[in-house]
């Protein structure tokens, strides 16, 4: 594996930019500056993150989310013993 998170992720099942041995590993995202823990997609090159809003759902199940634009810095997190 590389140092280095992919430039485009997902932690939605169905999206094509999921990738599950990343996840496992544990990604971090700072964005503008401050760690989110609520990131749904990420991407770096178009600069842009995926955020969900609450709990709320929509009409099909999943998280209802907003899309902003900015400096996005993902990471791996030390892995914890």
């Given at each position: 594996m590389t140092d280095t998170p992919?430039?485009?992720l997902s932690v939605n099942p169905k999206s094509p930019h999921f990738d599950k041995s990343v996840l496992e590993r544990?990604?971090?995202v700072r964005f503008k500056g401050v760690d989110r823990n609520n990131v749904?997609?990420?991407c770096v090159s178009e600069?842009?993150?995926r955020?969900?809003?609450g709990?709320?759902?929509d009409r099909k199940g999943n998280p209802m989310t907003i899309k902003l634009q900015?400096?996005?810095e993902p990471y791996f997190r030390?892995?914890?013993d």
């Open positions: 992919p430039d485009r544990g990604v971090g749904e997609e990420y600069g842009w993150v955020l969900t809003v709990n709320t759902l900015g400096t996005v030390p892995p914890q």
